[in-house]
């Protein structure tokens, strides 16, 4: 199979695997941790997809995993600010989230 073939083979199998999970787990299902479905399966792919990436950035020394560290840090901290600006505008006060 192609890598891409791989990548969709496997994304289905997690579908499979998430909406198996939702249903046998009652914890899980009672505070919806697994739903929507197509959500949480979107999610476990992009953070395979991540995961990959970076390795692979980092294996052949393209990236360091310190840069690694520091980028994803900005990242993180870009998306902090951004919700922090959405909500101090619906609030119509400051927020700071931490």
Request: proline letters at 3%; charged letters at 25%; hydrophobic letters at 35%.
């Amino acid at each position: 199979m192609t890598p891409e073939q791989r990548y969709h083979a496997a994304g289905h199998a997690v579908q499979s695997g998430v909406k198996a999970d939702m249903e046998t787990d009652v914890n899980q299902q009672s505070r919806g941790a697994t739903t929507p479905k197509h959500l949480r399966t979107g999610l476990n792919l992009v953070m395979s997809d991540h995961g990959s990436l970076a390795g692979l950035l980092i294996g052949k020394g393209i990236i360091t995993e310190d840069e690694y560290l520091q980028a994803i840090a900005d990242g993180a901290e870009r998306e902090q600010h951004r919700y922090e600006a959405i909500l101090s505008e619906r609030f119509g006060k400051p927020v700071k989230l931490a």
